[in-house]
């Protein structure tokens, strides 16, 4: 592959195509005029062909110059436009968090009042979305996320582990009575979620009655939810019991429109985890959130 000629030499013919001067180019770009033909002849010798040529007392572009004339100022364009970004991104003390949906809305959620709070001049939008935004690509600043899905990260740190609990309605609770041996939630529907085949399996209503001592051959999964969110909604509309994370029924139980039924509490195999960009500690609020967020979900992790 043929070396690149030295990028002051490919700028200082760029200026002097666009300004159709070396005078010009060289007030632009802060130098000599003499400097500027030096570079203009550097790249000319590089290349092996004239880019420029003498017509009266002025210069103009030979047809090679021309042609390479449209793609440099291009490419300088999009130089220009993304050191333009970046020095905006830096100064931008907005912050766009992503995690999945469900902890979007039950546990992330919630608790960014709290960061406001703290912070009441900073902004931040929270993406719900499955798929790992790619970071240093700009999509996210930050990314909440589970499992081994810090493999598509380059910088990750542990958050919390969370547990599966079994929640209910207190109306649900109030038309079944008081609830003292596991085998009395088969009289009510379970509610599922199917985490997909993605991660570790986590524990089933299947385990739960297991770790109870009940021995049940077979339930039914009447209703199953692809989202944790979703189950949690319908517990709380007392459309059943849920085994749920409680992370995304924390703020329910503190709210008092779910309540923890029965023990055990299942563990999760896997944990969360916060990823970020290398761009993001350097914004203005970057820094003071990675430290918030961090402290935040260790605290929910000794609780969980």
């Known amino acids: 592959m043929n070396r690149l000629p030295p990028l002051l030499a490919i700028r200082a013919f760029e200026a002097v195509g666009r300004n159709g001067s070396v005078r010009e180019a060289a007030l632009e770009l802060g130098v000599s005029s003499g400097a500027i033909t030096q570079h203009v002849h550097a790249l000319e010798t590089h290349l092996g062909i004239r880019l420029v040529q003498r017509n009266g007392r002025g210069i103009e572009l030979t047809a090679q110059g021309k042609l390479y004339l449209p793609h440099l100022t291009k490419g300088f364009v999009e130089l220009r436009a993304a ?95 008081p609830l003292t041996n596991p085998r009395d939630l088969l009289r009510w529907p379970l509610l599922w979620v199917d985490w997909g085949n993605e991660y570790l399996a986590p524990p089933t209503w299947s385990d739960w009655f297991a770790n109870t001592g009940v021995a049940v051959h077979e339930l039914r999964r009447d209703l199953v939810f692809s989202f944790p969110a979703a189950a949690v909604d319908a517990a709380i509309e007392a459309q059943g019991f849920a085994l749920a994370q409680y992370s995304v029924v924390a703020s329910a139980l503190a709210l008092g429109t779910l309540v923890h039924v029965l023990p055990p509490d299942l563990p999760l195999p896997e944990a969360h985890f916060l990823a970020w960009s290398g761009a993001a500690l350097e914004k203005p609020m970057g820094a003071a959130f990675h430290s918030w967020i961090i402290n935040e979900a260790r605290r929910f992790d000794q609780r969980a």
Not at 125 to 149: K, Q, W
């Open 83 to 177: 050191h333009d970004q970046l020095e905006i991104s830096k100064r931008s003390g907005h912050l766009l968090i992503s995690t999945y949906p469900s902890l979007a809305t039950k546990w992330l959620g919630p608790l960014m009042f709290a960061w406001k709070k703290q912070h009441p001049t900073a902004s931040a939008t929270i993406s719900g979305v499955h798929p790992e935004p790619a970071l240093e690509a700009g999509e996210a600043d930050f990314r909440i996320s589970y499992g081994s899905r810090h493999r598509f990260h380059s910088r990750f740190t542990h958050l919390f582990t969370d547990r599966l609990i079994v929640v209910a309605s207190p109306a649900l609770l109030a038309r079944a009575g």
